[in-house]
């Protein structure tokens, strides 16, 4: 097996070109790669469809390339903490689709997992539904919702090992299992690049070949 | 005692011993504060956690171990972390036994509205249409009225919904109301109210039975 | 957090009734929890429908349930492995419902995790496909697969701590995840009971709150 | 060399440094032995793991790693396990750079017929179906004919399908060919036949273009 090659954040950046759709993991910045982000901020790409749980803060996690005018389009379940993400839609200079938790995460999921879509009764005779296929299954009517696939994936990871398996600490999982999936790039930002054998094989929830450059 | 924690002790009286429940931000917190240890309740966070405890003393903040509003929390011993594809199977598989959730509106079919007012700034619904589909059990709490004094359970809600019929149980500071097949049941009313009271302030018909029961105090 | 119970396989065995369905862990009996598999056989419960990657080896795994005429319906990926099946099969004495292995699997997380089925190129055009519902999707044709839930699930864990934790070593772990999430009743046979802190927090893949009982 | 070792070293060939593959139990099994470790060719198994490696000495065995037949295997360094689930998002969902798989029969359009013989006692499809439609590329390795001397490469398969027009590349003991939308192209002869052979032992037409390349020895 390949180790990772391990690079530098801005290389990492460069990597990313205008007009990408790119994951970013994190929950309100908890589980976020600040550094890719930073690197991304500094290299001034635009026209980013980003796909994030939220908006970021104020200055942390993808509030930053919000506030710096490089988003075209937001995907998000909630923008409430960041309020630059509010101002920037309803001037109509980001686009933003609110999609429920569940249903993003099951998304990008299927992305990843080549499934044709996702069919959860989440959203059903809301606004949500506007649009959508609804898909009646014994009696019952569930959404019918499209899989999210990017070209970049962001991933903080909590300990990587030199060939890329990747281990998550506590609550900053989130979405960086699932965005791992669903990339053509997967960029993971690693607190701690270790040898194989320090962690147990069985604590690694992203396995190596789904990782492309770890980034420190 | 304040209407929130007249309220919260309320609905921890709905938690049965061992259930997994989830409480929104805010509110529904407090709920917490109010259920007995020996009914060993696990609470489940939605960005990724079952066994949530206590917020942590100044200083020793973990910030790998938040809650579903990025705050740091601490753990009961047993705690489990996942991704938000396993917390979401959770929450939409029925493993999650009641979660509790405010609202702005709440209509006699069980109809809830509380993520969303047309041309004012949008939060978004995070994880709330999620839990309210797939949640065994969804409990309302809220204040009876809104800021004006205007109902806030009505024939139909007027903002855009959460999610159709899927209200298990309203508690407000005045009463504790159930939506059935037959419409909107006045099961209890506030120690410090009246039926009549109850009936005034709400924007619909309440059946009201015999035996409407006394909470609070 | 209330601990688990540890109950004895034939405790264990006693909470399963006739005509149950039964989701059985395992893979070529690999990560099979055999203990509870014997205290089934002992306890004589018939007409089973069970669910399992395979019909498990002769004298092993699932295979002892169906030897035995417990079964009257298999659904699974494979039963090349355990002659019995397919005699029983064309003898007209076991239903057999054979299923791509990624779509079991898939079916299995679906009815643990709500969604309303299954959106999979697998089988479309082939056997698999008939009688089932085909979903066109941006003028892609996927099968719509339901999803399968179960009275209990017979699930074989390496390390279980007390409240219920559940990690699987290596290979061992194949359907047992997604089979934790898909039952009513969900029984654990752990090699290994420890108490918290033992093991790395993040290495557990399933949760107590979907555990029953811990079986010894 | 055996058919078997002339057709998995020409597959081997197929395989690109880094790659992720899963090789069907039985004869593909054998394409390992002739992939050069400088290739960094990862082995997937569909019950759970990346990083495969060589049978494990006897009375070495690990019977927690075990292969997709539930034989005991070893594993590489960096070598990584996972559940049925994940292990067919890796599948369905293209992580996998190519499979190797056997067949019973494969026809002009791509379409493959691997798991089943009608009357004959049945195996199941395990993972194969998911591996034919979610690999990124397929090649089917079996000989060119069938015990009966007959052609297994068809104008159009007679068996139950595995999955249409999903097959890439096509390996026998005399002829490496490609499905492409114009039709089977003879891509490469083996050294110890002809074009006029292959021909003759195909049971529909073949595309031979002008430069048909000689694999083997």
Known sequence: ?????????DQAASMLKDGMTVLVGGFMVIGTPEKLVDAVVASGVKDLTIVCNDAGLPGKGVGKLIENGQVKKLIAS??????????????????????????????????GAGLGGVLTRTGVGTL?????????????????????????????SSVSDVYGNTKFNKTTANFNPAMATAAELVLV????????GVHDV????????????LVE | MSVKNLIAKRVAEELNKGDLVNLG??????????????????FQSENGMVGLDATPEEGKEDWDLTNAGGTPVTAVEGAAYFDSTLSFSLIRGGHVDATVLGAMEVDREGNLANYMIPKKMVAGMGGAMDLVSGAKRVIIMMTHCNKNGEPK????????????KCVDLIVTELAVIEPTEEGLVLREVAFNTSVEEVLKKTGTELIVPENVKVFGE
Chains 1, 3 share one sequence.
């Open chain 1, 1 to 9: 097996m390949l180790k990772k090659e391990i690079i530098a954040p």
């Open chain 1, 128 to 156: 949500v539904a506007e649009g959508k296929q609804v898909v009646t299954i014994d009696g019952e009517d569930f959404l019918l919702e499209k899989p999210i696939k990017a070209d970049v994936a962001l991933i903080k």
């Open chain 1, 78 to 111: 909630h923008i409430g903490l960041n309020r630059t993400a509010g101002d920037k839609m309803n001037a109509g200079e980001m686009e933003i689709d609110l999609v429920p938790q569940g249903t993003l995460a099951e998304q990008i999921r299927a992305g």
């Open chain 2, 153 to 164: 359970i009505l024939d139909a809600c007027t903002l855009p919904l959460t999610a159709l």
């Open chain 2, 25 to 42: 931000i805010g509110m529904p917190t407090s709920v917490a504060d109010f259920v007995p240890a020996e009914k060993h309740v696990v």
């Open chain 1, 202 to 213: 069985n604590s690694f929830s992203v396995p190596s070949v789904l990782v492309d450059y």
């Open chain 1, 189 to 196: 930002q690693a607190d701690e690049i270790v040898e194989p």
